[in-house]
Every structure is written in structure tokens, then in C-alpha cells.
């Protein structure tokens, strides 16, 4: 698992990101691990997880 690229790094991110979109406004890390994510995939993830969220709720 490297954040410099890859289908499963995207996958990753777009699923996280897809989850802290659906949890709403106040996500925080233990809802993301609820969500099944590990803490360092949120780590590695989770500030492009954060951006694409944010674009994703804007658009809808």
C-alpha cells in the first residue's frame, strides 16, 4: 500500500472519502474505523480522502 499511486490506493481514497461524505460534517477517525478503514490507511489517505469529500459534497 504506497500513496504515491495505484488502483488501490485510488480505490482507497475514493471509498474513504465516499465514507466521511456519507457520515457528514464532524467525521472524525474512529468513525472512519467503524467504517473499516486502519488507522494508517487514514493516515496515508486521509488528507486526499478529506479534499475529494469535500469536492463531492459541494457538487451534489
Not at 500513496?3 to 461524505?21: D, K, L, S, V
Not at 477517525?29 to 469536492?55: C, M, N, S, W, Y
Amino acid at each position: 500500500m504506497h500513496p504515491n499511486g495505484g488502483i488501490h490506493t485510488r480505490n482507497t481514497i475514493e471509498r474513504m472519502a465516499e465514507a466521511m461524505r456519507t457520515i457528514g460534517e464532524g467525521c472524525t477517525d474512529h468513525d472512519l474505523i467503524l467504517k473499516g478503514f486502519t488507522e494508517r490507511q487514514i493516515t496515508l489517505f486521509g488528507p486526499k480522502a478529506t479534499e475529494l469529500a469535500t469536492v463531492m459534497a459541494r457538487a451534489a
